[in-house]
């Protein structure tokens, strides 16, 4: 599964907004969010759709589709609860 494109990241704008607004989260370059000097959060694309690679335990990327609305809603849900921690 490749890194995701600027074409990918382009679907992804609402969500990428969203993402730069929790706090604790910064974005080093275009859809790479970090946790302090830790790499927290970022996309991969293939045939299937749209992916992010999130650690929201903070040790083990976890893979979460983000194709559709609802998987975007549900892995903000999922990092913001995860930044309050």
Same mark, same amino acid.
């Given at each position: 599964m490749k890194h995701v494109t600027s074409t990918g990241l382009d679907e992804l704008? %609402? !969500?990428l907004?969203?993402?730069r607004g929790v706090d604790?989260?910064? $974005?080093?370059?275009?859809g790479v969010f970090y946790r302090g000097s830790r790499a927290f959060l970022h996309f991969?694309?293939?045939?299937t %759709? !749209?992916?992010a690679d999130v650690r929201l335990d903070g040790v083990?990327? $976890?893979r979460m589709r983000v194709t559709t609305k609802a998987e975007?809603?549900?892995l903000l849900s999922r990092v913001r609860a995860a930044a309050r921690r």
């Open positions: 704008d %609402g !969500l907004r969203d993402l604790g989260l910064a $974005e080093r370059s275009r991969h694309e293939d045939p %759709g !749209l992916y083990e990327f $976890e975007r809603k549900k």
